[in-house]
């Protein structure tokens, strides 16, 4: 059996050596990248050939990949890097493993040409100057073939080790044995759906409810695919870190339930939490997490590939063992993994490290989206990009003297935006150029600075730079997907605009979202909220051929008791006359049914309120309300007051912390009451998304307004039936849930009737 390994990993495994050194960074974005390399193509000659595909045998080792360039009329085979800032300062060890990536693909380029000798080029394109700078030696065929069988001798071992690890791996995923006497109602159908699709290599929608178990009923099928559907990879992508935590228990109950599955399970977190020393710089010359990180890594990979379960405290404890940073750590570990468990940016975002690997590795992986209705906003995010003009004036003021020119250049296209700018919130046809181009000038001038100047400290001109950058590369992908607009506050007046906003708003993230579906072999989206179909499928990108199945509920009628208070009315203009309504009915349930209950408002203010006169009228009813920006201590408080044995009303925000994905089974959660349709509020932003919503799919209103708000609306409501033996109630305090669009757009098993008068 031959083991598979794509150049970049074999020369990254075997030629990378050294410090952690980011201090040559940001690189360019993959589509800069690819710019680039078309670029430097076109300046070549009509018998230049690109993406050269090259493989070649070692022993019981296939190596694999695409070489950037071939010209055969010199016989010079390139490797193109592209880059920004000065190539002075990258660091050696850089280039040291670049080098090693062209010897490698010149070795398999003579094999395949039957070529005597061959000249190497490190071809360094700078995407900002478009100039480059050619580095190039020439190699005999068998110096080439010597160093190649080389770096594969250091490679065979390990090898060796993942090849008889993917043998037993697969051979104990073919026998996994569900870790349960059995299949909770629905959980079945689901994880046979999960399963065929994973054998056919599809995309799968699939609506759960709450409480059938969902993570366990998708991660096991998908397991036991893995052989037949030869997956290298599992990852599991989620919005919170709730749903990592219920990933990471629900693969140990796995692995228990099938004692000695060798299977590499590793956790990603994002890097403010995983970073050990965030007063300093990544680099060897400032954290000693850095210094040799190369060096030391081959003893700590070994360690971390001998624990079961890589989480985050485990990780933690290897990296300290062994002196390396436990966030790049587990960046180096994520080749080696079965299973990975992070956020949606690792795998969605336009730079995501598991998107690049996938291709990079030409890997099969199989995608599992937790909560995947929440992967609209999170995408819109990626792909939005803001600049605020209150930031650009504060570093005008502080920034060195080299600087101050190209952002006064700045500042003043940024000026010449808003004179004419007719409304407190605008939208425009496109980007301006004007302003793209002192905006690219100036992140050059900031890179050329900070590269003259290594030890410069200054946070706000990093943030700056950063936010630059992310606003011109959203700015290249600009079309009819997302919205230019500029907001200026009204208590600014339109005159210098200082709090200004420049947004490149992101509204259908399908054309992004399409290509990394497309690069999986199969993905299964999950949710109890997928309703309606359509939807999902037009703001997603989903494929064509995607198969959709509406699991059963668990639950029956019975146990949720849903009303309809239609005498209630919470727009906007009718508030203050429900806050009386909305108190008298809470109150009317708590006399009937002492217990703890959820009350979510459109709100802060309305929150605010609501309590205020329900604890003016009822003083001996205990409440406890959700504040703005709750830190996890304070969120844990909050949930801590629903106990069995506990009464009173949470006072919380539709939408927010506490509207979806916590559990509360049994008596510590009894009810809700939902003052609101959860529709985004009406304003100028919106309603532009609303008309580009028409115009690209139809239905304006329904998706830009329904159908985000009845969502929010039933994930709250699924916050009271968490297990087949709960009871409950839900009030839905708004007439508007008695039209029949609404009410088609609730979950089936309801029993939606409507409050009588009395």
Known sequence: MKYTVAVRTLCEFTAKQGDLDLRFTPSPTAREGIAGHALVASRRGADYQSEISLAGEFQHLTVRGRADGYDPVQNQLEEIKTFRGELASMPANHRYLHWAQVKVYGHLLCEKLGLPELRLALVYFDIVAKQETVLNELYSAATLKKGFESQCRQFLDWAAQELAHRVNRDHALDGLRFPYAQFRTGQRPLSVAVYKAARSGLCLAAQAPTGIGKTVGTLFPLLKAAPAAQLDKLFFLTAKTSGRNIALNALAQIRNMNSGTPLRIIELVARDKACEHPDKACHGASCPLALGFYDRLPAARQAALDTACLDKQALRRIASEHRVCPYYLGHELVRWCDVVVGDFNYYFDSSAMLHGLTVANQWRVGLLVDEAHNLIERARKMYTAELEQAALTALRRSAPPALKKTLGSVSRCWNELLKNQPAPYQTYNGVPAKFIAALQRAAAAIIDYQTDNPTHADSSLQRFYFDALHFLHIAELFDTHSLFDIAVPAACGGAAGQQSVLCLRNIIPAPFLAPRFNAAHCTTLFSATLTPRRFYSDILGLPPDSAWIDVESPFRPEQLTVQVARRISTRYQHREASLQPMADLMAMQYSKQPGNYLIFLSSFDYLRQLSALF?????????????????????????????????????????????????????????????????????????????????????????????????????????VIRTQSDQGVVYLMDDRFNRPQVRGLLPKWWRVTCLEPG
């Open 615 to 719: 604890k003016s009228r009822h003083p001996g009813i205990p409440i406890w309300e959700q504040a703005r920006h709750m830190d996890e201590t304070e969120r844990e408080a909050f949930l801590e007051r629903f106990t069995e044995a506990g009464r009173g009303f949470g006072f919380a925000v539709l939408g927010g912390a506490f509207a979806e994905g916590i559990d509360l089974p049994g008596q510590r959660l009894i009810g809700a009451f939902i003052a609101t349709l959860g529709l985004p509020q009406i304003n100028p932003a919106n309603e532009q998304i609303r008309e580009r919503m028409g115009m690209a799919f139809g239905g304006g209103y329904e998706y830009a307004y329904l159908y985000p708000g009845i969502r929010k609306v039933v994930q709250a409501a699924g916050r």
